[in-house]
């Protein structure tokens, strides 16, 4: 193409810089858009709908139908023609629209003599914000110039639409990023905060999507890239030694060296896009994409893809992660996703999470827990409809995000947040008294922990001591494998923080939804039933010994108790506890100092080992029943499946029978039995569970005040009469006949 010759695209786009000059409001400039596209492409109609909300498109402007139609046509998403295209954001394109599949006549807009219909999204990074279209009476299909100019035309309304150039009245024109915005997502970890918004990646804003000169901007566009295939370059250079790195790096280099990526962009310039719009243009289609993708490889490329464009437009623009900001004294982070270590650099700064990807069991989810920071995963959108310094309200206990919410919503959120910080004190008084019934049994109340920032918890928790210490922490949030020196270290400043309260730790729990970034993860079907937790100690028994070691050292001379995670028969606890009593008699023959006493026991996370030999029950140390995954292989739900995992209750009478019979064989054998995960911080289920016969449990910090309130008002026989009436009359769940005698309880 000639440098001289200028593209009907790019006149177009010329003339809609010079109509958004002036200081006309926005209805005005969506009048004058629309006539301006009408006229330049030969069209008889050219409409703009955009959303009033996320299942409205309303008819905001048009050229050729009747103007008397204007904010008062509106349709659901998916309904007629331009519904569709909202919906599935493609593009359609028909010479007979009365024929074409879906569509809707509309009859106050006295559309019935077109025929010929051309609708294109207006959406930017994947989320839709209207739909432009252009209708004639001519029955004939647009040409692929035609739909291309649209396009281009469509990004610029995208862009316009997002730096408030069409602002008017009614919530189809509203200020974007001004109207309050509720947010559902999956709780993962309880806890309600109010504060302000901190994006982990601020939004590149483009100012400037029409180019003034397109021979500079394919000169910016060329300069850019060229840095970032340099950058790529240098990062896989320093990833050579992590394959899966490598692996990630490669398919950048691959996008970034990409000339069909390249001749799109190239092609957007000389039609009249500046650099960062063309860049743009192309993540908007990569994310349409994504969220239409069912192929997770293409899901992840089409990831890579998106990530590789936010770098470039950051090259572009200058608008790096650090924007000058300052976080507000009050943070709620919000970002697409986040790593451990990210996480940790934060530090218990952090009021909130929200996170739009994650899971419930993610490694975010399991700092956040240890850090005890309210965290909300799967809150689609967050990203698109946070800004920083947004007033934000997060209730971990519903799974909500209230964004920029109204005052009434903040005087109810506020309330809430004062009846628990007045029972929070109430639990103060008690947090130095035992655990003890009314019926005289008395609980032990223990805290989980996996970070040395937990434990000051401990005492302000009132809890007896450190029930489940998670040792992976340490070696999720690194980039190589720990040393055992450093791991000691570690080990030891833990004892010394508890103070000579006990500390359960749990050897090397990794696998499943707990990959090592340095270790090459399995292609497997089902990670949660594979090679997981003692299956990977026992087959790197080096990596195990050398964690044995490790803790032997920490506790010099102390006390120690370790156990075993995801033990599934007897056999694989007796060659664990083998490698213990190896690792014991070499730290005997260095010289070194042992522990005063050695305790070992195992998790019992899986419903085989509750089956195990007596034998087992005679020789393992101690127990601790995992709750979290016991349930979820009992009832076969999987816990980070919101469809299913939710229908199975922990006071199911079948569950709550199989947890007695496991109680019962530990009462045989005298072993030491105790019950970590999340029900065991749920006051209700931990009070049945007390009943059952549980004398230990062991929760979040938080959940201890609160558990033992409740214990210390109930008697437990009169709940054991409770739940063997329910189970006599049939019931297949105990919670309402529990949650009736606790009312009637007062």
Same mark, same amino acid.
């Given at each position: 193409?000639? $440098?001289?010759?200028?593209?009907?695209?790019?006149?177009?786009?010329?003339?809609?810089?010079?109509?958004?000059?002036?200081?006309?409001?926005?209805?005005?400039?969506?009048?004058?858009?629309?006539?301006? @596209? &009408?006229?330049?492409?030969?069209? $008889?109609?050219?409409?703009?709908?955009?959303?009033?909300?996320?299942?409205?498109?309303?008819?905001?402007?048009?050229?050729?139908?009747?103007?008397?139609?204007?904010?008062?046509?509106?349709?659901?998403? *998916?309904? *007629?023609?331009?519904?569709?295209?909202?919906?599935?954001?493609?593009?359609?394109?028909?010479?007979?629209?009365?024929?074409?599949?879906?569509?809707?006549?509309?009859?106050?807009?006295?559309?019935?003599?077109?025929?010929?219909?051309?609708?294109?999204?207006?959406?930017?990074?994947?989320?839709?914000?209207?739909?432009?279209?252009?209708?004639?009476?001519?029955?004939?299909?647009?040409?692929?110039?035609?739909?291309?100019?649209? $396009?281009?035309?469509?990004?610029?309304?995208?862009?316009?639409?997002?730096?408030?150039?069409?602002?008017?009245?009614?919530?189809?024109?509203?200020?974007?990023?001004?109207?309050?915005?509720?947010?559902?997502?999956?709780?993962?970890?309880?806890?309600?905060?109010?504060?302000? @918004?901190?994006? =982990?990646?601020?939004?590149?804003?483009?100012?400037?999507?029409?180019?003034?000169?397109?021979?500079?901007?394919?000169? +910016?566009?060329?300069?850019?890239?060229?840095?970032?295939?340099?950058?790529?370059?240098?990062?896989?250079?320093?990833?050579?030694?992590?394959?899966?790195?490598? $692996?990630?790096?490669?398919?950048?280099?691959?996008?970034?060296?990409?000339?069909?990526?390249?001749?799109?962009?190239? /092609?957007?310039?000389?039609?009249?896009?500046?650099?960062?719009?063309?860049? /743009?243009?192309?993540?908007?289609?990569?994310?349409?994409?994504?969220?239409?993708?069912?192929?997770?490889?293409?899901?992840?490329?089409?990831?890579?893809?998106? !990530?590789?464009?936010?770098?470039?437009?950051?090259?572009?623009? *200058?608008?790096?992660?650090?924007?000058?900001? !300052?976080?507000?004294?009050?943070?709620?982070?919000?970002?697409?996703?986040?790593?451990?270590?990210?996480?940790? !650099?934060?530090?218990?700064?952090?009021? *909130? @999470?929200?996170?739009?990807?994650?899971?419930?069991?993610?490694?975010?989810?399991?700092?956040?827990?240890?850090?005890? @920071?309210?965290?909300?995963?799967?809150?689609?959108?967050?990203?698109?409809?946070?800004?920083?310094?947004? =007033?934000?309200?997060?209730?971990?206990?519903?799974?909500?995000? =209230?964004?920029?919410?109204?005052?009434?919503? %903040?005087?109810?959120?506020?309330?809430?947040?004062?009846?628990?910080?007045?029972?929070?004190?109430?639990?103060?008084?008690?947090?130095?008294?035992?655990?003890?019934?009314?019926?005289?049994? %008395?609980?032990?109340?223990?805290?989980?922990?996996?970070?040395?920032?937990?434990?000051?918890?401990?005492?302000?928790?009132? &809890?007896?001591?450190?029930?489940?210490?998670?040792?992976?922490?340490?070696?999720?949030?690194?980039?190589?494998?720990?040393?055992?020196?450093?791991?000691?270290?570690?080990?030891?400043?833990?004892?010394?923080?508890?103070?000579?309260?006990?500390?359960?730790?749990?050897?090397?729990?990794?696998?499943?939804?707990?990959?090592?970034?340095?270790?090459?993860?399995?292609?497997?079907?089902?990670?949660?039933?594979?090679?997981?937790?003692?299956?990977?100690?026992?087959?790197?028994?080096?990596?195990?010994?050398?964690?044995?070691?490790?803790?032997?050292?920490?506790?010099?001379?102390?006390?120690?108790?370790?156990?075993?995670?995801?033990?599934?028969?007897?056999?694989?606890?007796?060659?664990?506890?083998?490698?213990?009593?190896?690792?014991?008699?070499?730290?005997?023959?260095?010289?070194? %100092?042992?522990?005063?006493?050695?305790?070992?026991?195992?998790?019992?996370?899986?419903?085989?080992?509750?089956? &195990?030999?007596?034998?087992?029950?005679?020789?393992?140390?101690?127990?601790?029943?995992?709750?979290?995954?016991?349930?979820?292989?009992?009832?076969?739900?999987?816990?980070?499946?919101?469809?299913?995992?939710?229908?199975? !209750?922990?006071?199911?009478?079948?569950?709550?029978?199989?947890?007695?019979?496991?109680?019962? +064989?530990?009462?045989?054998?005298?072993?030491?039995?105790?019950?970590?995960?999340?029900? &065991?911080?749920?006051?209700?289920?931990?009070?049945?569970?007390?009943?059952?016969?549980?004398?230990?449990?062991?929760?979040?910090?938080?959940?201890?005040?609160?558990?033992?309130?409740?214990?210390?008002?109930?008697?437990?026989?009169?709940?054991?009469?409770?739940?063997?009436?329910?189970? =006599?009359?049939?019931?297949?769940?105990?919670?309402?006949?529990?949650?009736?005698?606790?009312?009637?309880?007062?």
């Amino acid at each position: 193409m000639s $440098e001289r010759v200028e593209t009907e695209s790019r006149k177009l786009l010329g003339r809609l810089r010079d109509a958004m000059a002036g200081d006309d409001p926005g209805q005005a400039r969506l009048d004058k858009i629309t006539h301006l @596209i &009408a006229d330049s492409i030969g069209t $008889e109609v050219c409409s703009i709908y955009l959303f009033r909300d996320e299942e409205t498109l309303e008819l905001c402007a048009t050229e050729g139908l009747n103007p008397e139609s204007v904010h008062q046509t509106r349709m659901r998403l *998916g309904e *007629g023609l331009v519904g569709r295209v909202a919906r599935r954001r493609e593009v359609v394109n028909t010479a007979n629209a009365p024929a074409a599949r879906g569509f809707r006549y509309m009859p106050e807009t006295g559309e019935e003599v077109f025929s010929s219909f051309l609708g294109v999204p207006v959406q930017r990074l994947g989320e839709a914000l209207g739909v432009l279209v252009v209708q004639s009476k001519d029955a004939r299909e647009y040409s692929a110039d035609e739909i291309y100019a649209l $396009e281009v035309v469509a990004m610029v309304l995208a862009e316009m639409t997002e730096l408030g150039a069409f602002v008017g009245e009614g919530s189809a024109m509203g200020k974007r990023h001004s109207q309050p915005v509720m947010l559902r997502g999956t709780i993962a970890q309880e806890g309600v905060a109010e504060g302000h @918004i901190w994006l =982990h990646e601020p939004r590149v804003v483009v100012t400037n999507p029409i180019a003034d000169d397109p021979h500079r901007e394919l000169e +910016r566009l060329h300069d850019s890239v060229e840095e970032l295939r340099v950058g790529v370059d240098k990062m896989l250079a320093l990833a050579s030694a992590d394959k899966e790195q490598a $692996e990630v790096l490669e398919a950048y280099r691959m996008f970034a060296n990409s000339k069909g990526w390249m001749r799109r962009m190239e /092609e957007d310039i000389a039609n009249g896009l500046s650099a960062e719009a063309a860049v /743009e243009k192309e993540q908007s289609l990569a994310r349409a994409r994504m969220g239409q993708a069912s192929d997770n490889y293409l899901r992840e490329r089409l990831s890579d893809l998106d !990530d590789l464009s936010n770098r470039l437009l950051r090259i572009l623009t *200058g608008q790096g992660k650090d924007t000058g900001a !300052d976080m507000p004294p009050d943070p709620i982070l919000v970002a697409r996703n986040i790593g451990p270590a990210e996480l940790l !650099d934060y530090g218990r700064a952090l009021k *909130g @999470i929200v996170l739009e990807a994650g899971s419930v069991g993610s490694h975010a989810a399991i700092v956040a827990r240890a850090l005890a @920071i309210p965290l909300i995963v799967h809150a689609d959108r967050a990203t698109l409809e946070a800004l920083n310094g947004d =007033h934000v309200l997060v209730d971990g206990e519903q799974g909500i995000v =209230h964004l920029r919410p109204d005052d009434q919503v %903040v005087s109810a959120f506020r309330d809430k947040m004062a009846m628990q910080a007045a029972a929070a004190e109430r639990y103060v008084s008690i947090r130095d008294k035992p655990a003890e019934t009314l019926c005289g049994e %008395v609980i032990s109340l223990n805290m989980n922990a996996g970070l040395m920032a937990d434990l000051p918890s401990l005492d302000g928790s009132g &809890a007896e001591g450190v029930g489940l210490f998670r040792t992976e922490l340490q070696f999720l949030i690194r980039n190589k494998m720990p040393k055992r020196s450093e791991l000691s270290a570690l080990y030891a400043r833990v004892l010394d923080a508890a103070g000579g309260k006990k500390v359960v730790f749990r050897t090397l729990d990794i696998g499943s939804d707990k990959v090592l970034p340095y270790m090459k993860p399995n292609d497997e079907p089902n990670p949660a039933l594979g090679w997981r937790a003692i299956r990977v100690g026992l087959d790197k028994p080096g990596v195990m010994l050398m964690q044995l070691q490790a803790l032997l050292r920490a506790a010099n001379g102390r006390p120690l108790s370790v156990m075993f995670p995801f033990v599934a028969q007897f056999e694989e606890y007796t060659r664990a506890k083998a490698l213990m009593d190896k690792a014991i008699e070499r730290e005997r023959t260095l010289g070194n %100092v042992l522990p005063e006493k050695v305790e070992v026991g195992s998790m019992l996370e899986t419903p085989s080992l509750a089956f &195990a030999p007596q034998k087992f029950f005679e020789e393992v140390g101690f127990l601790s029943i995992g709750g979290n995954d016991l349930k979820q292989f009992f009832f076969a739900a999987d816990r980070e499946n919101e469809r299913v995992r939710r229908r199975y !209750d922990t006071l199911n009478v079948s569950f709550l029978s199989f947890i007695e019979r496991i109680v019962e +064989r530990c009462e045989i054998t005298d072993t030491p039995l105790s019950f970590c995960g999340e029900d &065991a911080g749920r006051p209700v289920e931990a009070l049945c569970l007390a009943a059952i016969g549980l004398r230990n449990l062991s929760m979040r910090p938080a959940s201890v005040g609160p558990v033992k309130s409740l214990l210390r008002r109930s008697n437990l026989a009169e709940v054991r009469k409770v739940i063997a009436d329910a189970r =006599h009359r049939g019931e297949m769940n105990v919670r309402p006949a529990i949650m009736e005698y606790l009312r009637q309880q007062g």
